[in-house]
């Protein structure tokens, strides 16, 4: 992956030139906040969204935006009409996202869900430009691909994901042999204490129930199934290239830790902080500097104790899931996160149980023969694929039926 060491130049002068894709999201929202609160520092290119019309033309019209994207293309008309007289651009469709995120911008903020941030994530990458990566199923569905595009544009990530975003700032990559392992720590999710037995009636109102974080509906279903630490060890190996068995997955319930990197002097570096997006999206705005960011500070006295344990692989088989799928590589990963969307779109829309979640990855993986992906069209295709292939096994349990093969160990 493109170092972003090698990108630690001084600021350009003026303000940054800032895009925004998924703008209306929990990310894109914590984002704008920051940019508001620093109106000198930056300079709002383009805001996207998925349907939010009326949200995404109230943020244009606030930052001042240049341009505004709507993906849904039959939300054209009302978006043009909720943006008269402004002299914003105005564009929907998936294609004019995409165009969105090319330049002139000196920093993409790709906080779009799921892997439909691929394709303007790619356009943005193809510019050469720094993008500020909140969007890791871009990484789990196209790792190899995407670090091959970076390198071959010279474009700079950086990670927003706040896990690491952690590591990159306690990482000391000039020493690569140094570093023993990551550690990646895990909430545990608002079901950590949960029951095995009482898993398969959890609700999608008990699944994002977030103890710590307030996110989206789709990441906040991963982190009750802990799949979304399983695409962050995915995440992360790409990103700081280090294989699987040298990240280590580690609940600690407080999420004050947000992760470590172990050195071979026996040295753990640990960045710490109140679970606020604001913290590392802050990080990744200003770096190479750092910024103000209003979020609580942490007080030690209040916080008395840092607990940790270790994941269980029986009432989260998602973690063994992913595990397999890094280390198999190929179209794996591609499809693990393809089957995940599908199944926990399928979840939140109540037509399958909680444990269908994983049982739904698990029997798609099995599904599909595992291939090399050697071009974007072979990730899309594979993609593609795993949708169709996990709808089929979502439509099998929404009718009764039930697993081909016992999801959890
Ligand atoms: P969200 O659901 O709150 O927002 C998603 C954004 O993407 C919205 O603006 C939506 O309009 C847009 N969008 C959705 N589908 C789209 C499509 N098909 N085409 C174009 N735009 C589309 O999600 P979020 O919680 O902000 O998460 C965004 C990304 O950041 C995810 O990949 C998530 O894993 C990652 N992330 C989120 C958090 C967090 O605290 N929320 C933390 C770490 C990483
Ligand atoms: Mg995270």
């Known amino acids: 992956m493109a170092s972003a060491a090698s990108h630690r130049d001084g600021p350009s002068d003026g303000p940054k030139k800032l895009t ?20 000198e520092a930056f300079q709002v290119e383009a805001v996207t969204a998925g349907t939010r019309v009326k949200e ?3 943020q244009a019209r606030e930052v001042g935006a240049k341009c505004a994207v709507i993906a849904d293309e039959t939300l054209y008309g009302d978006l043009k009409e909720a943006l008269s007289g402004t002299g914003i651009d105005v564009a929907a469709g998936h294609a004019a996202v995409a165009e ?27 510019q050469g430009t720094t993008i500020l990566l909140a969007n890791k199923e871009t990484l789990v569905c196209a790792g190899d691909f995407m670090s091959a595009e970076l390198s071959a544009h010279g474009a700079t990530l950086l990670p927003v994901d706040s896990e690491h975003n952690a590591i990159f700032q306690v990482l000391e990559d000039s020493q690569p042999d140094a570093i023993e392992k990551i550690i990646l720590t895990a909430s545990g999710g608002p079901l950590r204490t949960r029951e095995l037995h009482e898993m398969r009636d959890v609700t999608p109102a008990q699944a ?37 068995e040298q990240i280590d ?32 999206i802050a990080y990744s705005l200003a770096w190479p500097q750092r910024m103000k960011a209003p979020v609580e500070r942490l007080d030690f006295a209040k916080v008395r104790e840092l607990t940790f344990e270790d994941p269980d692989p029986k009432r989260f088989p998602a973690l063994r899931l992913t595990r397999t799928a890094l280390e198999d590589g190929g179209s794996a990963p591609t499809i693990l ?11 939140l829309n109540k037509r399958i149980r909680f444990t269908e979640i994983a049982e739904t990855v698990e029997e798609t993986l099995q599904s599909i023969e595992p ?10 295709e594979t993609d593609r694929l795993a949708r169709e292939v996990s709808t089929g096994v979502v439509a099998r349990f929404e009718s009764g039926g039930t697993a081909k093969k016992v999801g959890v160990a």
């Not at 291939?371 to 899309?380: E, G, K």
Request: net charge negative; hydrophobic share 50%; glycine share 6%.
């Open 337 to 347: 996160n393809a089957a995940n969307e599908i199944a926990v779109d399928a979840f």
């Open 371 to 380: 291939r090399q992906l050697d071009s974007l069209d072979a990730v899309f």
């Open 56 to 58: 995404l033309a109230a």
């Open 208 to 244: 994002v129930a977030h103890p710590n974080w307030d996110m989206g509906a789709k990441i906040s279903v991963d982190s009750a199934t802990m799949m979304n630490k399983g695409l962050e060890l995915i995440e992360a190996h790409y990103l700081f290239d280090m294989p699987s």
């Open 249 to 280: 997955i580690l609940v600690h319930p407080q999420s004050v830790i947000h992760s470590m990197v172990a050195y071979v002097d026996g040295s753990v570096l640990a960045q710490l902080g109140s679970p606020d997006m604001r913290t590392p």
């Open 100 to 126: 969105a995120a090319a330049p002139p911008a000196d920093m993409v903020m790709a906080a779009i869900v799921g892997a439909a941030g691929l394709p303007p994530t790619l356009a943005a990458v193809r």
């Open 20 to 39: 925004i894709l998924g703008s209306t999201g929990s990310i894109g929202c914590s984002t704008l906040d920051l940019v508001q609160r620093n109106p």
